[in-house]
């Protein structure tokens, strides 16, 4: 096919297709010389017809006899395909293109810019143009043509603002960091000791330095119980290899029982999740008997030094020393009240030890030994030697009475100070295992008895000190007197003779007890057995002490008028009656009784004991004439406490027999009793003692054991005999 000719297509009149026309009708005018805006770029302002839009309006071409002017895109050269795509693609194309190249208001002509055709190459023949085939319905001459729609291109779908992910992300981030950071912070400056703690812990050893416990001594400084070198046996479960063999192999050196010793040897944690590596086996043990456990070189079986609890006295005042644990702890008697005193604060050392064969602490390796802090001691007011005598004394009494109970005590004038506290039963506070704890209790602080007839020289000494009677009164005394539904009788008939106040303590009449006591009245009764210290502990220091029981006024019945002056419907220990005659004694003023001297601390510091609780009971005069009155029932033929006389000594007491619940039972009348105070006329010493016998008998016991004790005493501490060496005569029935 020949080449296409650069000419522009010409109609059939010969006129150039797509070429603007000069001003006025296309009637075969010549065109002017002047370039146009036609060519390519005019083919969308023909309608299907070859008419211009502006001719099928009817109206004037724009720019009508004006001079048209022609840019340099619309010239012959541009793309002769680009007319026939834009009429098929109905002018939308030439109409942006003329939106975009339209000139400025007011300027004549049309200005498109079209693309240079690129040319082809020799020998290509150009396809013919596209030609609609099928003409268009004539448009109505009526109707102004409509102009198609222009198509908006669809909007993109609007997309988040990435300034605002940007910030989100960078917050998300910073926060991670400053988390990450303060973490690390806590990690290196708070949580460091427990993370290093955690990793020392699975490579140190943790050894218990027990403190030593402070000792027991008499007044003296001799030691009644006190602490002395021993090893303990401990064992680490972890490193047990066997530990069915290793019980086996120990239950014999340590006399505990296999089975035991297998629980005990059982791994374990402990609270913060951490394995025990520490657990006692058994403590106090013999030196000897620790250097045949360490020759059996068991894995995870180690040796330290401990103590262990040495009483020298065996059963020496062990009923108020008590004794202790196995691991160093009080349990009974002064070892425990006193414990939190005399245990200390126990020490422990912690370092870094290897494993199987390199048990032993590393050089240089971590290393803390907290130092233990020992106990303080205590200096009790007990007498060593005469404890020893006084607690011989009762248990040769005891003997003789079958399945009895005594209780003795002796009381310093006017100190108020313990000088001997014995009990029968006793045990050894160096074994007390096997012991029976009945035989480890305190009777003179537990043993609550009527205390009988000892009870009357409270309500004697009321009566003198209220005016009631004089040491010259007598009465007229009955042979028995019935108070209520009770008849109370006398064990030696007066015949209703008159009696004088001594005569009526050495002969222990109840009827003229109960005569005096109704003068006095209950109220003023009761006031002064308070005063006397009855109904109440008397705070000497032992644990547990019994408080005894007074009868309320309110309670009282009619009997009750005769038996609570003579010592019945009363509940007492041994220990308050004693403290009762002590303030007689001590010229009226009860002084509280009391067996801790002074403290002892670590660093050899003496701290004395608080002073004891004094108050006034009776006046001096009275104490005076009471003591003397007291005297008639040692001295009197036939009296009550002949038995008791000191030879050289005069002595002042009171006889009682009293009773005792035992099962729930009141066994009446079993309880023999003797309280006295040596030298009358200026006493030094009170001394009380105590027998249940439940055959009976007991009256023999306390009366003889009084008088060994008091001659003992009165001995021991060189008290010179009684000046005038005997007692005023008295008597009995005055005509």
């Known amino acids: ?56 309006r009817g109206t004037p071409a724009r720019g009508q006899g004006a001079e048209q002017r022609r840019t340099p895109r619309s010239t012959r050269s541009g793309d002769p395909f680009r007319p026939a ?28 810019t079209v693309a240079p055709r690129t040319p082809r190459g020799p020998g290509v023949d150009e396809p013919p143009p596209r030609r609609r085939t099928t003409p268009r319905a004539p448009r109505r001459g009526d109707r102004p043509a409509a102009r198609r729609p222009s198509r908006k291109p669809p909007r ?37 000791p427990a993370y290093a703690g955690g990793g020392i812990a699975a490579r140190t050893r943790t050894v218990e330095l027990p403190a030593p416990r402070g000792a027991i001594y008499d007044s003296t400084g001799a030691p009644l119980a ?3 070198e021993a090893r303990y046996v401990f064992a680490d479960p972890t490193e047990v290899e066997d530990p069915a063999g290793t019980a086996k192999a120990l239950s014999p050196l340590l006399a505990i029982p296999a089975s035991k010793l297998v629980e005990l040897l059982k791994p374990r944690k402990l609270e913060n999740g951490i394995e025990s590596r520490f657990v006692y086996l058994a403590r106090g043990v013999e030196i000897a008997t620790a250097k045949q456990v360490q020759a059996l070189e068991l894995p995870g079986i180690g040796v330290h030094r401990d103590e262990r609890r040495d009483v020298p006295g065996g059963d020496l005042a062990a009923n108020l020393i008590g004794f202790t644990s196995q691991d160093m702890a009080g349990l009974e008697g002064l070892e425990a009240r006193y414990d939190d005193l005399l245990a200390g604060q126990d020490g422990k050392r912690v370092y870094e030890a290897g494993r199987r064969d390199l ?15 020992p106990g303080s001691s ?14 011989q004394i009762l248990s040769e009494g005891m ?9 003795a005590v002796i009381i310093e004038i006017p100190s108020g100070a313990v000088l001997a506290q014995a009990s029968n039963p006793t045990y050894s506070a160096a074994k007390p295992l096997p012991s029976d704890p009945v035989a480890r209790e305190d009777a003179a602080t537990s043993f609550v008895v009527d205390p009988g007839s000892v009870h009357k020289a409270i309500t004697y000494g009321a009566a003198l000190q209220e005016g009631v009677i004089t040491p010259d009164t007598t009465l007229p005394i009955a042979n028995n007197i019935k108070m209520g539904d009770t008849w109370f009788s006398d064990t030696h008939p007066s015949d209703g003779r008159r009696m004088s106040i001594p005569g009526m303590l050495a002969y222990s009449s109840n009827v003229g007890t109960i005569t005096i006591a109704e003068k006095l009245g209950k109220d003023r009764l009761i006031d002064y057995q308070k005063r006397f210290g009855l109904g109440k502990p008397t705070g000497e220091g032992m644990p547990g002490e019994a408080s005894g029981r007074l009868l309320p006024a309110d309670e009282w019945s009619e009997s009750s008028h005769g038996s609570v002056p003579i010592g019945h419907s009363v509940d007492a220990t041994p220990l308050q009656m004693a403290a009762a005659y002590a303030a007689i ?20 510091k003496r701290t004395p004991a608080p002073a004891p609780v004094t108050r006034s009971v009776l006046s001096p005069q009275n104490a005076a004439a009471l003591r003397t009155m007291l005297e008639a029932v040692t001295t009197v033929d036939h009296a009550t406490g002949v038995t008791a006389a000191v030879p050289g000594y005069r002595v002042a007491g009171k006889t009682g027999t009293g009773s005792r619940v035992v099962n729930g039972k009141i066994d009446t009348d079993k309880v023999s009793s003797f309280i006295g105070m040596a030298p009358a006329e200026n006493p030094r010493y009170v001394i009380a003692v105590f027998a249940y016998a439940p055959g009976g008998g007991g009256a023999a016991v306390a009366n003889t054991a009084f008088r060994d004790m008091m001659q003992f005493t009165l001995r021991h501490y060189r008290v010179p005999p009684s000046a005038g060496g005997s007692a005023p005569k008295f008597v009995v029935y005055p005509r």
């Open 226 to 228: 006190r602490s002395v």
């Open 399 to 407: 003997a003789k009475l079958r399945g009895g109970t005594g209780a």
């Open 378 to 391: 205590l200096c009790l007011t007990i007498d060593r030697d005469l404890q020893f005598r006084t607690q």
């Open 85 to 112: 795509l834009q009429v098929l693609d109905g002018g939308r194309a030439a109409a942006r293109a003329g939106r975009r190249d339209a000139p400025a208001a007011g300027r004549g002509g049309v200005v498109r």
């Open 585 to 604: 004694a001590n010229n009226g003023t009860y002084v509280q009784p009391h067996l801790i001297k002074e403290v002892i601390s670590p660093d050899g």
């Open 156 to 192: 993109p779908p609007k997309l988040a603002d990435s300034r605002l992910r940007l910030r989100l992300g960078t917050a998300l981030a910073l926060t991670l960091f400053a988390t990450i950071g303060i973490r690390l912070i806590f990690l290196q400056a708070v949580d460091t």
């Open 359 to 373: 048990d032993a602490a590393i050089p240089g390796g971590y290393s803390r030994t907290t130092p233990a802090k």
């Open 1 to 56: 096919m020949a080449p296409r000719s650069d000419e522009p297509r010409r109609d059939p009149k010969g006129t150039r297709r797509g070429s603007s026309r000069a001003a006025g009708p296309t009637d075969g005018e010549p065109r002017t010389g002047e370039p146009g805006i036609g060519g390519i770029s005019g083919a969308r302002a023909y309608t299907p017809r070859g008419r211009t839009v502006r001719e099928e």
